[in-house]
């Protein structure tokens, strides 16, 4: 370590510093004195010198000597701890910023916006709370002992304990320094403040940055302070508040000319802080007489709000400046960080409070608002979440008059003149809502102030009881009302698409509606009528300044729409309260019927101008104006704009005329001209194919609002279940997506709400839950909700959802739904259904008058009129129509008006009067309309008709006379314009009002009539029920399908009739009328006794039956297509099935069939991209698809079956020493180290790390076609997901992924038989033929001379799997590249594949051939194409291990060179690498009786090396015991080792190996540990064989393998006697004496270091495993989010682990990139040789890495609803999801993630 500074200036600082402390210490005690006079003088005189504000604040000096002025002679640390232990604290007030990690617990929480910190939360009891983890935006303080905020049991156990209590008061003398050196430090760092400070518009911002950074430490070392706990607190309060203090320091002394200088800079700071500069407030003072309305509802206020700010201490300077510097980090901790001191809480408050107007100023005119806003919420929720507090500023500081003039201050910024109305003359203003202050939301900070402020009832009282600042407020409100004003384009597309929309919506939820449900929570008892009152009595009056200001009649101007009418909703939303909860009477709060005829025009508006938005009228206002459709029914929004909009058009509806309203609704929906029983008509205002869905959405409005009872009588828990079912019926939701979906007023979700129902025992009751499932495919599957069937039964209502879908499509998914539902329980089976009709709860009493719409004429002429089209298939009728309308009849009949004889008295002056004698619609249904009079264009089918005169006859003539004056013509507008200038004269009469403007009744006169009408009479005879019924025979298709009897047969099940079509309907209907009426029955009875003739339907059948037809051709049409993308699904699927290897026993049995062909014949292979069949020739070679993939599966395997534990704490780890991978790569370096490197090269297998895996899909192509396809795929731009430059592609049949093709072997047939002639050779002569066949390894009867097409493509393949693995797995050797590198690998490869083979079998071959491994398998061709690659090596027969293997050396094979190492003892070598090794060598095909004598060879090694190894483990005293041999005889084993000369060789072996082990051995335990050793071997040769001659695996018991394996190897009698235990021994089958070559085999490791290592392998492996995760996400979360990466030592912002090795990296870091690669992409290439698994903390999500693609996996953490939470917004707790997990891992050992997850996207190296 080297100093930088030298002894000597080490020494002046030590002795400076000692000078401070003694110093300090002097000043002390003399301060303690008595008289202290001299003490304080020159401390002061110190602090003169030191503490100079002219100083640049940089230099620390001054910091310095604080610092030990207060701490004394003891060290400042020291200092620290001494006062923290007077800490008398009982709140912990942990301060922190953005991105900190805290909890928030509704259960505990008094206030929304209470909050914890971690180690509070942990430590407090929350079980089975309702909390949540969340990243803190604005930063935060803890809450954790504060009964303010939070319910004293949700305390943490320290805070429980008040620890206040109990520590002692501090001594006089330890603070008294504080007391006196820290006033001149603060008002130091005020003059620093003071002397940076200059106005923004006059230097660059970036200058008070630089002052800050330069005051860093200063603002520092108070943060420290205020850490020293509640003592030092104290001394700071009383400091920040003393006023005299401050006037002592404040101005600075006298002859200080810098203090002075910057004195004058505060003051003029301090003169611009009021709300009007000093300059304007001159000039509205004096123009106030005459203007004062132009100034507007500021001129109201209370003008000390608008003033300058004046300051009386540190406390309100420092505030001061903090918001001058826009709230710089540090001093908000600080300013927070005191908190917990309650005398300071409440200055500060109150401070707080006194600049606010100040701080919204300079919000407004920051450049970072967003910032700022942030720190300022930090700040405000603190001191506003608390009730008492919030009421004392409320009533000392008037918090509530600052904040709503705050308010208008703000949004009289941005106003311009409303256009809505009258665009000229309009006095009305509105917001801009593209201006800044909306667009970027800068007015939030204070809206949720204030939201905040009134959730305290207290606070809220005040607000209602204070009529002036209800004025105020009110027309805050109408600042919004009207604002976005969209009018619609008629000729030209817009040019650009405002998208202003969303500032509005928000700033009308936020602005508006919030402060309104903040309200009305307060509102809801008896005792709180007159606020109700009050408020609606000023919304009344500004509704009525409004529509004075816009110039609002009666009529609205054309094409324009707002959604925003935030005084209608307040009203109606008080309205509402009114009723439901505080008893009052609904008519003293309504107005007269004239403004009730106004205010019902605006929302009217808005619900037909969705119609025409849906309706495409507004397409040229571009996609922006559905957009605000959408939102407006939107979850969100509902609750505040359309719920409140439809349930005032009730009201309307309920006080006024029915006929005016029903009129007026289809007047504003445009369809009043389609309303007419003429065939043809004339509209003036729709185009034609508007007029169907304007029609459609007029009916379907009626329903909604009269059958709705939102706010009409519904009680909560009602409403939150008819919420649910309907979010429910249009889809399955997740918990959290429903909870997204229920709006959120009246019901909060969460908490329970005193006496209504909680939304967990609403969703119970409801809904089934759906376990979230793995499908196969890949989706991953979350927890789902779904109706139970009695909710499809009973509770789906579709008017319902209709209301709530912001898509169109949910409407039609609900019903496909509901009809799957019924087709599935057997309730309705045939064609579709319709909507169910769902009866409704009764209207609240004052809501009665609703019912009228039902029942008035206008209605019923409307309906009459449509059943009559639909009868006659007029254009634009539809079937919705038809239901709307059947659905407004049904409502009529359950909701009957008692006859109000009084209204129908009044003399009949009506023109409808001759339709319906009166109003009822159960006594209209059977009145027969004869002649009607319509207006027609005189080229009206109707007109022709007439042109015939009439009879001549006088009785004919005066007839027709009779019908011309019973037929009437019916106008809607006409009806509604003369009703309404009746009740305007009534009104104006009976209240003798002050004139209207006589102008606009000009406007009311009926447009003058289009001249080619024609009035035409038609003859009709018909009436509703007479139409009903032959809607019936319409709709069955069937003449008289109602016998005259039936109506008997109804009775009998009532129910039959709920669910059901539009036949079931109108049988509904009519039995509902006969049971209500007699007369009605009588009528229904008489016409269909009636026998019709055919002529009505007939007329119009053709095109009757021309839209059946089309109907049902479409029908059809839909059907075949589904049946079609069925088929194609099940097609897909069980490709998916085969692909993936599901147990499946047909498809088993299938492949064994099919494999058992195979050896009959030649191999024909299908192309899968031409479709021809045919075998696999040298020249035109087929190949298999197949994908080559590096894997580290192998490697990673350990030694127990146990996964190990991801660590979670800092004492844990995981050591990789004892996976498979290390363990063989530490035996190849230390056999390096010995013996010669070609010869370890070819003792060992690699590829454990870095091994090539190869899989297929199955299918095979040819060559040549293949490689047009990849030119295809090439031009082919869209392919996503992988790259076709490196050869990838997807499988032409199955859409697997893949990227090479595995040539095929040429037919074998005639081969076959030979190969598996059972052989009586005896071992000797097979032996020595091996060995001759060995010899011919130079001449490979292929080589050289034909370059063949398929030898071209096998070496392709060759170099495929080269390029799959990285360098470094393949290049063992000490030579890089050299051909001994290249042979390991080669025969690595199938070693790695066979292994892996075993592994998918579960590690053992007990199953036999069962196992669906097998099936895709392509090692029999893999091992030809290798064997061929292979041929180019050859082995110096010199060193070919097979004579070492079979014979006794007459020389001792040490002939080596000295300089060169000794090659690896047969006993160090690995059995199953040479089997590999001599199969691959030989000449092909080899015969199976050779591979048998291979395998018996090595299977006598094998059997030595157990033996070696074995009793390298046993101690001396043990291998003295066993090698005399007198002590075995009495065991069976010994025999065995008679028969082969064991004995000697054991002994031999005991001999020279030396090893203490204290292990006791029995003969039962050294057979099983020698089976246990050679069983790897045989496995893998059973494995081998397998593939290579096509034998059956039999099954076997586990404890059975051995003696399986070894008789599927020819190792042993077939047949095994199975009351004989087995003995490994018996296996052995020697051609040469085994003593001697056992020796032999002994002697070359004799004198060897480290043969013991060498000797005793570990050979068995535990199948693979992920690492072992906690069950609770909340471990793993809260260890690692803020743990620092091992590499850079810097806590990752995308913290990440492997799950694989457990290591920790940083995901997308720059911090830890190396050669452009970012860590966990490097980390995938080393730890899983390209593949990596990683859980990224900080979003619960699993993402995997594969080459240089990756996917997002999903997660294996769920909440307790079966649910995700990705990047934990929801922060609720999650649990390890076992089956998720399961599923994980078997991708990864099975190497499936490319096959089973679809969504690849190159990652580029960057994560
Ligand atoms: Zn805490
Ligand atoms: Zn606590
Ligand atoms: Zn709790
Ligand atoms: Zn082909
Ligand atoms: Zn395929
Ligand atoms: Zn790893
Ligand atoms: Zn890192
Ligand atoms: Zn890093």
């Known amino acids: 370590v080297q100093s930088h500074t030298s002894p000597e200036c080490m020494m002046a600082a030590l002795l400076l510093r000692r000078d401070k402390k003694s110093t300090a210490a002097h000043l002390k005690s003399d301060l303690n004195r008595t008289d202290n006079s001299s003490g304080v003088r020159q401390l002061q005189e110190l602090l003169d010198s030191v503490l100079n504000p002219e100083k640049p604040p940089a230099d620390t000096e001054a910091l310095d000597w604080c610092k030990c002025l207060i701490a004394g002679e003891e060290g400042f640390e020291e200092f620290c701890k001494t006062v923290r232990s007077y800490d008398n604290a009982t709140l912990c007030g942990l301060v922190w910023t953005a991105n900190f990690v805290a909890y928030r617990c509704r259960t505990c929480g008094i206030s929304p916006c209470m909050s914890l910190c971690a180690e509070c939360f942990n430590n407090g009891d929350h079980t089975g709370h309702d909390f949540n983890m969340f990243r803190s935006q604005a930063g935060g303080a803890c809450d954790c002992g504060d009964s303010n905020v939070m319910r004293e049991t949700g305390f943490c156990r320290r805070h429980r304990l008040r620890t206040g209590e109990n520590v002692p008061s501090v001594p006089r003398d330890l603070l008294l320094m504080s007391e006196m050196v820290l006033p001149r430090f603060i008002i130091c760092i005020i003059q620093y403040l003071r002397d940076g400070y200059t106005e923004p518009d006059t230097s660059a911002e970036r200058d008070l940055q630089k002052v800050l950074q330069q005051l860093e430490p200063q603002i520092t070392f108070l943060e420290e302070l205020t850490k020293m706990g509640g003592a030092m607190r104290t001394v700071l309060t009383k400091i920040l508040t003393n006023q005299q203090t401050f006037k002592d320091l404040s101005m600075g002394q006298e002859e200080n000319v810098f203090a002075k200088k910057n004195y004058e800079n505060y003051l003029s700071a301090l003169k611009n802080s009021g709300l009007v500069s000093v300059e304007e407030k001159a000039q509205t003072g004096a123009a106030e007489p005459t203007q004062g309305s132009e100034t507007g509802a500021l001129g109201l206020l209370d003008p000390s709000i608008m003033d300058s700010l004046k300051h009386k201490c540190f406390l309100e300077e420092l505030l001061f400046w903090t918001i001058k510097y826009e709230f710089p980090q540090k001093m908000v901790t600080f300013l927070l960080n005191m908190l917990p001191d309650q005398d300071y809480k409440i200055t500060f408050t109150k401070t707080f409070v006194q600049h606010y107007a100040f701080i919204m100023k300079t919000l407004m005119k920051s450049q970072e608002s967003d910032t700022m806003s942030n720190r300022i919420v930090h700040i405000s929720v603190q001191l506003f979440s608390n009730e008492d507090l ?128 903040g309200l009305l929570t307060h509102c809801k008892v008896k005792e709180t009528q007159e606020y109700t009152k009050t408020v609606v009595r000023y919304c009344l009056e500004t509704l009525q300044i409004w529509f004075d200001a816009i110039g609002f009649v009666d009529e609205l101007a054309p094409n324009q729409v707002t959604f925003h009418l935030p005084l209608h909703r307040y009203y109606a939303m008080f309205l509402s309260k009114a009723v439901k909860c505080q008893g009052l009477d609904l008519e003293s709060l309504l107005p007269d019927q004239e403004m009730l005829m106004r205010i019902m025009v605006h929302p009217l508006q808005i619900q037909a101008s969705l119609s025409e938005i849906h309706s495409n009228m507004w397409v040229r206002n571009g996609l922006q104006i559905k957009g605000q459709a959408m939102t407006y029914v939107q979850s969100h929004f509902c609750n505040s704009m359309i719920d409140p909009d439809i349930f005032l058009l009730q009201v309307c509806a309920s006080r006024l005329d029915p006929d005016y309203f029903i009129s007026s609704v289809f007047e504003r929906f445009k369809v009043v001209d389609l309303l007419t029983m003429a065939s043809v008509h004339q509209n003036t205002a729709l185009d034609g194919e508007q007029e169907r869905p304007m029609l459609e959405g007029a009916l379907t409005f009626l329903v909604i609002l009269s059958s709705l009872r939102i706010h009409l009588g519904m009680a909560d828990d009602e409403i939150l279940r008819a919420e649910m079912v309907s979010q429910l019926c249009m889809n399955d939701r997740t918990h959290s997506s429903l909870l997204d979906l229920i709006p959120e007023n009246p019901n909060p979700k969460s908490g329970i709400v005193p006496g209504s129902c909680s939304f967990e025992e609403m969703l119970s009751a409801v809904a089934d839950f759906k376990a979230p499932v793995f499908e196969l495919g890949g989706s991953m599957q979350q927890g789902m909700y779904t109706p139970k069937a009695e909710v499809w039964e009973k509770e789906f209502d579709p008017i319902m959802v209709i209301l709530r879908t912001v898509y169109r499509r949910d409407v039609q998914s609900a019903m496909d739904r509901y009809s799957a539902f019924l087709k599935q329980s057997g309730m309705h089976t045939t064609g579709n259904p319709w909507p169910p009709y769902k009866e409704r709860t009764p209207l609240h009493p004052c809501y009665k008058g609703l019912d009228r719409l039902l029942h008035c004429k206008t209605l019923h002429i409307v309906i009459f009129t449509l059943l009559y089209k639909i009868w006659l298939d007029h254009s634009n009728m539809s079937e919705h129509v038809l239901c709307m309308v059947l659905y407004l009849i049904e409502l009529g009949l359950d909701n009957q008006v008692e006859e109000d004889k009084g209204d129908e008295v009044r003399p009949s002056e009506h023109c409808h009067d001759s339709w319906f004698p009166g109003t009822n619609l159960l006594s209209n249904l059977h009145h027969v309309i004869n002649y009607v009079r319509v207006r027609v264009p005189e080229t009206a089918p109707e007109v022709k008709r007439e042109r015939e005169p009439p009879a001549s006859t006088s009785a004919e003539a005066s007839n027709f006379g009779q019908n011309v004056r019973e037929a009437q013509v019916f106008s809607l507008v006409a009806e509604r314009r003369r009703k309404f200038q009746e009740i305007i004269n009534r009104s104006s009469t009976e209240a003798s009002q002050a004139v209207r403007p006589k102008s606009s009744s000009t406007r009311w006169v009926p447009p003058g009539t289009p001249p080619q009408l024609v009035t035409e009479i038609l003859e009709i005879h018909e009436s509703m029920l007479s139409l009903l019924i032959k809607l019936h025979q319409k709709l069955s298709a069937k003449q008289n399908s109602l016998s005259a009897t039936w109506l008997e047969d109804m009775d009998a099940n009532p129910n039959r009739h709920a669910h059901g079509d539009g036949i079931t309907a109108i049988e509904r209907i009519l039995t509902k009328a006969a049971t209500r009426s007699h007369q009605s029955k009588r009528s229904i009875q008489e016409i269909c006794g009636k026998v019709f003739p055919p002529v009505a339907p007939k007329k119009n059948s053709p095109t009757a039956k021309k839209t059946m037809d089309k109907e049902e051709r479409r029908q059809r049409a839909r059907e075949r297509q589904q049946k079609l993308l069925a088929e194609f699904a099940s097609r897909q699927k069980s490709f998916m099935e085969t692909a993936m290897d599901v147990e499946s026993p047909d498809t088993e049995a299938a492949m064994d069939l099919g494999a058992s062909e195979v050896k009959e014949s030649e191999v024909l292979y299908d192309c899968v991209i031409c479709g021809q069949s045919g075998p696999s020739t040298e020249d035109r070679p087929t190949g298999l698809v197949v994908l080559l993939q590096a894997s580290s599966v192998l490697g990673h395997r350990c030694k127990s079956d146990e996964a190990k534990k991801l660590p979670t704490t800092d004492e844990e780890r995981i050591y990789p020493a004892d996976t498979c991978g290390a363990a063989h790569d530490v035996r190849l370096a230390l056999m390096q180290s010995f013996f010669k490197d070609s010869s370890c090269l070819q003792s060992v297998s690699i590829g454990w790390d870095g091994g090539v895996y190869v899989q297929t899909c199955g299918h095979t192509l040819h060559i040549d076609c293949h490689k047009s396809y990849m030119e295809s795929l090439r031009n082919d731009q869209v392919m996503q997901g992988f790259s076709v430059d490196k050869g990838e592609f997807t499988c032409p049949l199955c859409r697997q992924f893949a990227n090479s093709v595995l040539p095929c072997r040429p037919g074998r047939s005639t081969e076959v038989v030979s190969w598996h002639m059972p052989s009586n050779k005896k071992t000797s002569v097979l032996v020595k033929e091996v060995e001759d066949l060995q010899e011919q390894l130079g001449f490979f009867p292929v080589s050289t001379t034909t370059e063949s097409n398929l030898s071209k493509e096998m070496e392709l393949v060759i170099k495929d799997i080269k390029n799959t693995t990285q360098r470094k797995y393949m290049d063992y050797g000490k030579n890089p590249g050299s051909p001994d590198n290249d042979f390991l690998f080669m025969y690595s490869v199938a070693r790695t594949n066979l292994e892996l083979e075993l592994v998918h079998r579960g590690g053992n071959l007990c199953s036999g051939g069962a196992s669906g491994a097998a099936k895709r398998s392509c090692l029999n061709q893999l091992f030809h194409v290798l064997a061929m690659h292979m041929r180019l090596y050859s082995i110096d027969s010199a060193y070919n291990p097979w004579t070492r293997l079979t014979q006794v050396p007459c020389v001792v094979p040490y002939s080596c060179l000295d300089d060169e190492r000794p090659e690896v003892p047969m006993l160090f070598r690995d059995c199953p690498s040479l089997l590999i090794i001599f199969v691959l060598t030989m000449p092909q095909p080899l015969r199976k009786e050779h591979f048998i004598c291979l395998v018996r060879m090595l299977y006598n090694l094998q059997y030595t090396q157990a033996l070696a190894a074995l009793s390298a483990k046993f101690s001396p005293e043990e291998r003295q015991a066993w090698s005399t041999s007198g002590t075995l005889k009495k065991f069976s084993l010994f025999f065995y080792m008679i028969n082969c000369p064991f004995n000697t060789i054991c002994a031999l072996l005991l001999c020279f190996l030396s090893q203490l082990s204290s292990s006791v051995w029995s003969p039962q335990s050294i057979e099983y540990s020698l089976q246990q050793f050679c069983l790897p071997y045989l496995r893998l040769s059973c494995l081998l064989q397998h593939h290579l001659y096509g034998d059956n695996l039999s099954g076997c018991p586990e404890e059975e393998e051995f003696s399986g394996l070894a008789g599927c190897l020819g190792l042993l009698d077939p047949a095994p006697q199975p009351s004989n235990p087995m003995y490994s021994a018996s296996c052995l089958d020697w051609t040469v004496s085994a003593f001697d070559l056992m020796s032999q085999w002994c002697s070359e490791v004799t004198g060897l270091a480290d043969t013991q290592t060498l000797l005793v392998q570990d050979l068995q492996w535990a199948s693979p495993h992920l690492l072992h995760l906690p069950d609770n996400y909340n471990t793993i979360f809260q260890y690692y989010h803020k743990k620092a990466c091992t590499a850079c030592k810097k806590v990752p912002k995308d913290p990440a682990l492997c799950l694989v090795c457990g290591t920790f990296v940083c995901l997308k870091g720059l911090c830890c990139k190396q050669h452009g690669i970012c860590e966990c992409v490097w980390h995938s290439q080393h730890c899983g040789a390209a593949t990596g698994i990683f859980l990224l903390i900080n979003a619960s999500v699993i993402i995997i890495i594969r080459g240089h693609r990756f996917c997002l996996w999903g997660s294996v953490y769920l909440d307790a609803h079966g649910e995700e939470d990705r990047d934990l917004r929801r922060g609720k707790p999650l649990f390890l999801c076992v089956e998720r997990y399961r599923v994980l891992e078997q991708q990864w050992v099975s190497h499936t993630f490319d096959h089973i997850n679809k969504r690849w996207g190159p990652h580029y190296n960057g994560l």
């Not at 665009?423 to 202050?437: I, K, P, T």
């Open 390 to 517: 919030a009421r004392h500023v409320t009533e000392e500081c008037q918090l509530l008059d600052i904040m709503v003039t705050v308010l208008l201050y703000m949004m009289e910024s941005c106003l311009i003149k409303s256009e809505l109305q009258d665009e000229e003359n309009s006095r009305h203003v509105v917001v801009n809502c593209s201006e800044a202050l909306l667009k970027n939301n800068t007015y939030w900070p204070l809206v949720s102030d204030f939201i905040n402020i009134l959730s305290h009832q207290s606070v809220a009282k005040k607000f209602l009881e204070d009529h002036s600042l209800l004025m105020l407020w009110m027309s805050f409100v109408s600042f919004f009302q009207g604002m976005n004003l969209n009018k619609r384009e008629l000729s030209e597309h817009v040019e650009f698409e405002s998208q202003t929309y969303y500032a509005a919506f928000a700033a009308e939820l936020e602005a508006c509606a919030q402060p309104m449900w």
